[in-house]
């Protein structure tokens, strides 16, 4: 090589090999690493030596128009050969590549929507402009878990005007829908009570009585169940935007499974890191609930609210906090929100994990004889708690028609018709194994845990298994004696009856029995 | 299965299979995840299955009495095979596990000390209580990373309160060094200019001049070396906290790498997080440094601070600011600290990679005539400030003292007994690859961008090439001609050649050149 040879010279003796030339053949090594896209590249690969890529870098992966940004981890072992690419399980189908694919791999852009966060930080409010940026490049898979955690780190501290911001913007991440009607009305519970299961009686109570209740509910992420679990069961609950409108058009109400109807998706992104970092924030709850009903055209919302010491909202002071919060950003969207306040002490009905629960509904629609009445008390309010909001009844009024409804047979024959127009109504199978855990001393139930009973029927293997899951016999308050059944573990294999069971000796004060007789 | 049995005969009937006599089989699967540990398991594997672990979630990995904190990645194809549980690279070396060895796997216990970051969030200062349980957690690798990019998002708000427990925390996550001497001196620079090598020179003239210098230093993180890198081409530098103090004690100084000698470990994990966020933190940097220099025993340390627009400190205002932190933290801990503000605007020195760099120490150490001046006055310009500060010379005399033991010869004498002392000095070797480029008209340089610079630099190789490298022939305000050699570009491959090129060729402003004649 000559001194002062110009760069075009010198490229021009040295074998072209641009970045962009390079491909990789894509290999789909079955890593699950959920939502995470996670790419492997060989540590001797020329691109990665040429690049200077290393682990942990983020690298922009593309095929033909099509690209994702995913997190590399170098491969110094046989799993990948030379030329290959390997692709986690979401990575490969986010990309949507198949055996036999070539992708170019190169350096992810700087996040520039990420200045925004900092500037918060900083102590400069997020504005429209800067929520719109970032969930533009969240969207587009740009921000990194770690980068998504400090977004959500940022914003536990959020103004009234911050928190409309990051609704509306929230709100517009997917499809937003309109409807024809004057009312729009739904109900969302926030923070799980095993058991309750409302939403499927008061989606065919109002729907019966003529109101659109397009409902959308999620799956059990951290429960036994979700009401999307537990509706599926009885009918098919994955439908797209345009069946789910076609059965609304029809019944006047839905029970689907919100993950594919695309409103608000930015929330499942956001969801999962705050999960893990289990950071409990109002505001943004607030914003990931309300960002749903606006996205979905909600006029009016009832918002259950229970109260327990294991419940989310553990006391009046944090409930009448969460209420400010949500009523103001309401507000804002000119939404009709209602928030009602109710127990959360134990769990709702008798069943918990999806085939137990839809008994519980059923029987409360079917009016059978011993059909759990705390369950039937609920979705009877909640029906009531809406049409008093939308159609001017009297509190009395509302609870009458509802009842009316409920125990003429019209909200059972609605809930059948959904289930129909959703694609067929289903039958209950129940598991095979179970076992009775019963009182070891006469006594009146004091306490029960709402976590550790979740625990025990997730432990079961619900919702996995739909018919694995806990009964419940005997709520706070009942006197029970010496042997007497507490609740029954249903498991669809031994093994699984017994985690459950060897988990519940570990914790035996899931439910405590103040001891004496009567 | 009878009802009412009791659970001690159900868990006889049942194969006896309590989780903690599970054991799976380690595999390397040679997988780099940098720092993360990760692991992976067969998603039919009987303990996914019955502890419902899924990918993502925190678990223990126990051998004998050691354990990991790790995430799950679940795998779903043949990479492992059944009682198989695979380890990345990181994950492997921190448990310290060899082929046949089998591990118990649990869940990771819930992470309490993340309730002092949310009740920071929520407004509650962060106290030394805090501080320490959160510390404990993070060194024993109970943290993810999201949960420490949390923490770093939670702490750019400091208090002076907090930011003097957060570093007097940090300070006691590894060793704390004692020595019988009135004064340990130190410098640190803060935000890296290429080539600023002056440690290399302030060291021998402090140590020759009978003061107490145990200087470590850090290794490249994103540029083309650090000292620790420049330092390892003429002398081992990776010396166990003994050997360092017996190199200190016969030397009066040493320069060794950081890494080595666990003084403020818990830094490492924090960088790596912030580095990934590009969170630039001053209250946190300040903190990072100081605690390094209270654990490494320090009294006077000189912090330099460049400043230029494309440097770390871009502007007066910033470095004040800066400065205030620093100076209020370090009277906390009676250390005597002195702020240095420097010229920022472009390179140090000749060099820019290990082996340049290190030419360039030796040159001003030997007194060649061609030596950079730039260098040699920057050198000696903070071995005068450590030396007012401690021994109380005037700034002139201090200034030619340290004149008069660089000139005589004592400087480059005490830094060859450093290198032996450290391991036996090594000679320079040049890389064989080189391309000039040149003025493409007659000038004056107006402009040198450090960080595009340092990116040519990386390209070709340094510091993993340690020959790598660039150098620059006109420093700003040089008049040049057309044709004229502006900088070299040194590699050890051609291929490493003709990357750097064809970043430069998209980069040409990274020296800017204001045309005319003289």
């Given amino acids: ?3 002062n040879e110009t760069i075009k010279e010198i490229r021009q003796q040295i074998p072209q090999k641009s970045l962009s030339s390079f491909t990789l053949k894509v290999k789909r090594i079955g890593i699950d690493t959920k939502k995470h896209l996670v790419i492997y590249m060989r540590e001797d690969c020329a691109l990665c030596k040429s690049e200077g890529f290393r682990s942990e870098a983020r690298i922009q992966i593309s095929l033909g128009e099509r690209w994702i940004i995913a997190t590399l981890n170098v491969v110094t072992s046989e799993i990948l050969k030379n030329h290959e690419i390997g692709f986690s399980e979401s990575a490969w189908v986010k990309l949507g590549v198949r055996v036999g694919d070539e992708v170019i791999v190169s350096h992810a852009n700087p996040l520039d929507s990420f200045g925004y966060v900092r500037a918060k930080l900083y102590g400069k409010p997020l504005a429209r402009s800067g929520f719109k940026n970032i969930m533009k490049d969240m969207m587009e898979g740009r921000y990194s878990d770690i980068q998504l955690s400090s977004f959500i780190t940022a914003c536990v501290d959020l103004s009234q005007k911050e928190m409309i911001a990051l ?9 937003q829908l309109k409807w024809g009607h004057k009312h729009i009305v739904d109900k969302h519970c926030v923070g799980g009570l095993p058991g309750n299961r409302t939403s499927m009686l008061v989606v065919p109570i109002l729907a019966a009585q003529g109101l659109i209740i397009p409902k959308t509910s999620s799956r059990a992420i951290t429960s036994p169940s979700g009401t999307a679990d537990t509706m599926e069961v009885l009918a098919p609950v994955t439908l797209s935007m345009e069946a789910m409108k076609r059965v609304v058009e029809k ?3 839905c029970l689907v499974w919100g993950g594919s109807v695309d409103l608000s998706p930015i929330d499942d992104v ?19 609930v309300l960002s749903k009903k606006i996205a979905a055209g909600s006029t009016d919302v009832v918002i259950d609210m229970p109260i327990g010491p294991t419940a989310k909202v553990r006391s009046k002071k944090e409930a009448q906090f969460l209420s400010s919060l949500f009523l103001n950003v309401a507000k804002a969207f000119d939404l009709n929100l209602t928030i009602v306040v109710t127990d959360g002490r134990q769990p709702v009905g008798r069943g918990i994990g999806p085939v137990l629960e839809a008994r519980d509904v059923l029987s409360v629609l079917r009016g059978d004889e011993d059909a759990p009445q705390d369950l039937r008390e609920r979705g009877l ?10 159609k001017g009844h009297t509190p009395q009024a509302a609870l009458l028609e509802a009842k009316r409804i409920l125990d003429d047979g019209r909200a059972l024959k609605k809930f059948e018709a959904i289930c129909e127009a959703q694609g067929g109504m289903r039958e209950l199978h129940f598991a095979s194994f179970k076992y009775v855990v019963t009182a070891k001393c006469e006594g009146v139930v004091k306490n029960i845990d709402n976590r550790l009973i979740a625990r025990i029927a997730k432990l079961s293997g619900a919702p996995d298994s739909p018919s694995a899951g806990v009964d419940l016999h005997t709520p706070l308050g009942a006197h029970v004696g010496k042997g007497q059944p507490l609740f029954t573990i249903y498991a669809t294999s031994a093994g699984e009856l017994d985690h459950a069971l060897y988990y519940f000796e570990a914790h035996q004060e899931v439910i405590k029995i103040r001891e004496g007789s009567l």
Same sequence: chains 1, 2.
């Fill in 1 to 3: 090589m000559k001194k």
């Fill in 167 to 175: 609704t509306k913007t929230m709100s517009e991440t997917g499809r």
């Fill in 251 to 253: 019944e006047g109400g």
């Fill in 270 to 288: 956001l969801v999962q890191v705050e999960r893990a970092l289990d950071l409990d924030s109002s505001k943004q709850l607030v914003a990931s």
């Fill in 381 to 390: 309010f909640l029906a009531a708690k809406i049409m008093g909001s939308c």
